[in-house]
């Protein structure tokens, strides 16, 4: 079991930057691919990109790519998404989740490819 915690969410001003944590316990963290999702009123929750177990690949969807990044520290057993140039339509509840390292992290999109999922965070950007 891994239990996952997501924290920095909060408001922000279009243009603005925040930065998500997700703190993780429990089996060893460094094993697993992490990836973020985030999911918005009334629509299906999205993938936005994920890092591979060493840090050294990671995989960003077209739509964040030049703005939000992704890192980790294994040391801390945490996971980053660093938003910047934030859009009112990035407001959403964002969440971490953990995965068994199958395959490519550039290949592993699906809500059904994680094991493991925070209970979110919220984001709120104001135009």
């Known amino acids: 079991q891994v239990q996952?915690?997501?924290?920095?969410?909060?408001?922000?001003q279009a243009g603005g930057?925040?930065?998500?944590?997700?703190?993780?316990?429990?089996?060893?963290?460094?094993?697993?691919?992490?990836?973020?999702?985030?999911?918005?009123?009334?629509?299906?929750?999205?993938?936005?990109?994920?890092?591979g177990w060493s840090g050294g690949d990671t995989y960003l969807v077209d739509s964040v790519?030049?703005?939000?990044?992704?890192?980790?520290?294994?040391?801390?057993?945490?996971v980053y998404l660093q938003m910047n140039s934030l859009k009112p339509?990035?407001?959403a509840v964002y969440y971490c989740a953990a995965a068994a390292p199958?395959?490519?992290?550039a290949t592993m999109t699906k809500r059904e490819d994680y094991n493991y999922w925070g209970q979110g965070t919220r984001v709120t950007v104001s135009s």
């Open 65 to 78: 790519k030049g703005r939000f990044i992704i890192s980790r520290d294994n040391a801390k057993n945490t």
């Open 102 to 105: 199958r395959f490519t992290v």
């Open 89 to 91: 339509e990035d407001t």
């Open 17 to 51: 930057s925040l930065r998500l944590s997700c703190a993780a316990s429990g089996r060893t963290f460094s094993w697993y691919h992490m990836g973020w999702f985030r999911q918005a009123p009334g629509k299906e929750r999205e993938f936005l990109g994920a890092i």
């Open 4 to 12: 996952l915690v997501e924290s920095g969410g909060g408001s922000v």
